[in-house]
T-cell receptor, first 115, second 117 residues
Framework: DTAVSQTPKYLVTQMGNDKSIKCEQN?????MYWYKQDSKKFLKIMFS???????INETVPNRFSPKSPDKAHLNLHINSLELGDSAVYFC??????????????FGPGTRLLVL | GNSVTQMEGPVTLSEEAFLTINCTYT??????LFWYVQYPGEGLQLLLK?????DKGSNKGFEATYRKETTSFHLEKGSVQVSDSAVYFC????????????????FGQGTILTVHP
């Protein structure tokens, strides 16, 4: 019954490795997002997809590559992990594409720690 | 650019105390405004929203009024409970130049609220 799910919940890895985080939503929404939350709780959008098409890319390093195989999934692949990538990554979705008032539904987050 | 500023935390209150978390924004147009809440170990969830000036959003005893003249959207609750302990985020969404916002949310820095019995 989980609306927006992410896997894994925790990810501990070494610098230089490549890792992926998966996100799935069963709400039938058209738009999905990735956010990064740093250690001070500051939350910033990274990417947004609508119907599998990239809409927002907020000057994220190209080591981060989102992939949307279908509109229910938005995965995040990170190459050559760096210490500064340690954060909590949240996936979200919304139905009202292009609407100011659309509610976003967030997943539980993936806690990434790069050693 | 667009930005949201929240009062510095953390905020610590006793149960049944009155809560105010200040939020002001800067935007080049007329945004929609939101409060999201993040309970420990969870993702964010929408608490309330307002889409135009003088609208009041309310939910679970929380309220916030969209004040265009002061560019503010302060969150209030008359009597907090221990279960309200969480991080509260103010956010805005604004139409871009092309007329669609793509739902992009700009968040404030979050305010940690702790309520003691």
């Amino acid at each position: 019954d989980t609306a927006v799910s992410q896997t894994p919940k925790y990810l501990v890895t070494q610098m230089g490795n490549d890792k992926s985080i998966k996100c799935e939503q069963n709400l039938g929404h058209d738009t999905m997002y990735w956010y990064k939350q740093d250690s001070k709780k500051f939350l910033k959008i990274m990417f947004s997809y609508n119907n599998k098409e990239l809409i927002i890319n907020e000057t994220v390093p190209n080591r981060f590559s989102p992939k949307s195989p279908d509109k229910a999934h938005l995965n995040l692949h990170i190459n050559s992990l760096e210490l500064g990538d340690s954060a909590v990554y949240f996936c979200a979705s919304s139905q009202e594409f292009g609407s100011l008032s659309g509610t976003q539904y967030f997943g539980p987050g993936t806690r990434l720690l790069v050693l | 650019g667009n930005s949201v500023t929240q009062m510095e935390g953390p905020v610590t209150l006793s149960e049944e105390a009155f809560l105010t978390i200040n939020c002001t924004y800067t935007a080049t147009g007329y945004p929609s405004l939101f409060w999201y809440v993040q309970y420990p170990g969870e993702g964010l969830q929408l608490l309330l929203k307002a889409t135009k000036a003088d609208d009041k959003g309310s939910n679970k005893g929380f309220e916030a009024t969209y004040r265009k003249e002061t560019t503010s959207f302060h969150l209030e609750k008359g009597s907090v409970q221990v279960s309200d302990s969480a991080v509260y985020f103010c956010a805005l969404s604004l139409l871009n130049a092309g007329g669609t916002s793509y739902g992009k949310l700009t968040f404030g820095q979050g305010t940690i609220l702790t309520v003691h019995p």
